[in-house]
């Protein structure tokens, strides 16, 4: 398995408060995402980071921001949760050469806005 | 824009072949990725293809046509364990952008 840890694992929080995930990998890869998951949609990028302090915007950026002060380190921030950010959240890496023929996930963040 | 259509739910029979079909319409490619996620669990890795043609790995095979912009996951002798989405993705034209299509349920019947 992949050196990735996600936390919490499971949060319920109350609307129109901040709430932030932590990324952490031991794998040293290059590239760091963050995904949400719902019925219907799959997985949708939401931010990704192709090294510290470099980041960019996914298809489902509004809301949401990142930081990466470390390569171990992505976290992502919901700056005011709101009802339609209840997710599944997974970070991700992959790696360029050789190592950037897959992507593996984290277990995931079961995140309930309230 | 980059589009990955899958089906949305199958039905096997245990011991049976099941062939999930993907196709996709993105913006440059590098590659086309099979997963596999079992309910309330991550995606885990199945298979990679970049050339065109078979890959086997196994009780599961995936193929690719890059000119036709399609693939297919292959599952023989299917098991009970088998009961899961399988996620087709691209990866495109810069970085490492991965595009996920949005499943097919798959469920393995007795």
């Known amino acids: 398995d992949a050196g990735i840890t996600q936390s919490p694992r499971h949060k319920v929080t109350e609307t129109g408060t901040p709430v932030t995930l932590r990324c952490h990998q031991t794998?040293?890869?290059?590239?760091m995402y963050w995904y949400r998951q719902d019925p219907g949609h799959g997985l949708r990028l939401i931010h990704y980071?192709?090294?510290?302090?470099?980041?960019d915007k996914g298809e489902v950026s509004d809301g949401y921001s990142v930081s990466r002060s470390k390569t171990e380190d992505f976290l992502l921030t919901l700056e005011s949760a709101t009802s339609s950010q209840t997710s599944v959240y997974f970070c991700?890496?992959?790696?360029?050469?050789?190592?950037?023929?897959?992507?593996?996930f984290g277990e995931g963040s079961w995140l309930t806005v309230v | 824009g980059q589009n990955i259509d899958q089906p949305t739910e199958m039905t096997a029979t245990e011991g049976a072949i099941v062939q999930i079909n993907c196709t996709y319409q993105?913006?440059?490619?590098?590659?086309l990725f099979w997963y596999q996620q079992h309910a309330g669990e991550a995606p885990t890795f199945l298979s990679y293809?970049?050339?065109?043609g078979l890959e086997e790995k196994g009780r599961f095979s995936s193929f690719l046509s890059r000119s036709k912009g399609y693939s297919y996951l292959l599952l023989k002798e299917l098991q009970m364990k088998d009961s899961a989405s399988y996620l087709c993705?691209?990866?495109?034209?810069?970085?490492?952008?991965?595009?996920f299509g949005p499943g097919t349920r798959l469920s393995v019947l007795p």
């Open positions: 991700a890496i992959s790696d360029e050469g050789a190592r950037g023929n897959t992507i593996y």
């Open positions: 293809n970049v050339l065109d």
């Open positions: 993705a691209v990866r495109g034209n810069y970085g490492q952008n991965f595009v």
């Open positions: 794998e040293n890869h290059r590239y």
């Open positions: 980071s192709y090294g510290v302090k470099d980041t």
């Open positions: 993105t913006s440059g490619f590098n590659g």
